[in-house]
């Protein structure tokens, strides 16, 4: 799991970018500047999701960073959360991180996956493999879009050309949505690029 700690992450106040890297390096940028009064309205993206990290800048720096939990103290969580549902689930295979879930399925189904070699469980196994494998690329694309969305949402869903610039990102118009983006502010559009470098299909 990653810690909240290592995220990657952007500060813009306002239109304006004003620190970017690890989380607790641009929380203590971003703290310092509210306190000299040199920032306003705070807005700090996770820079792989483009989801907003929500953080309370009204306590001290010792309680900002405390609020964000300990990552081995989450590391431990998490395998406690893990050790746990293998113990109660019963039978499986801890040591590859083999944990049973409830299938559903039609009759024939289940025939055909039990005739394969190695039986249903190594059958679908090879199935949801295969599938991650073809459908990489496309998975990528839409989560890179839908980073990109939520980014330009946030910042710039009042500015000209924003439904524009949303079209043609989604139909994969990567010379129409610079167009439309030109014209926003240079922060805005310089992030929105760097997200947006998987968002069109068969571009680097």
Request: a negative charge; proline letters at 4%.
């Amino acid at each position: 799991m990653k810690s909240q700690h290592n995220s990657h992450c952007t500060a813009f106040d306002g239109s304006r970018s004003i620190a970017s890297g690890e989380l607790v390096e641009v929380i203590k940028t971003v703290k310092e500047a509210l306190d000299k009064g040199e920032a306003l309205s705070i807005l700090i993206f996770d820079d792989e999701s483009s989801e907003i990290v929500e953080v309370d800048f009204r306590v001290t720096m010792d309680e900002v960073l405390k609020s964000l939990g300990n990552p081995s103290e989450i590391a431990d969580s998490s395998a406690d959360v893990i050790r746990e549902e293998i113990i109660h689930r019963g039978p499986g295979r801890p040591k590859l991180g083999v944990i049973p879930r409830e299938v559903t399925l039609l009759p024939r189904h289940w025939e055909w996956l039990n005739s394969q070699p190695g039986g249903a469980s190594v059958a679908l196994r090879k199935l949801v493999e295969e599938a991650r494998r073809i459908n990489s690329d496309r998975d990528q694309l839409r989560n890179s879009q839908g980073g990109v969305y939520r980014f330009m949402s946030a910042m710039g869903g009042d500015l000209p050309g924003f439904e524009e610039a949303a079209r043609a990102l989604f139909t994969g118009n990567h010379e129409k949505f610079n167009e439309k983006i030109s014209a926003w502010p240079v922060d805005i559009r310089n992030h929105l690029q760097k997200l947006s470098l998987h968002a069109f299909m068969n571009e680097a």
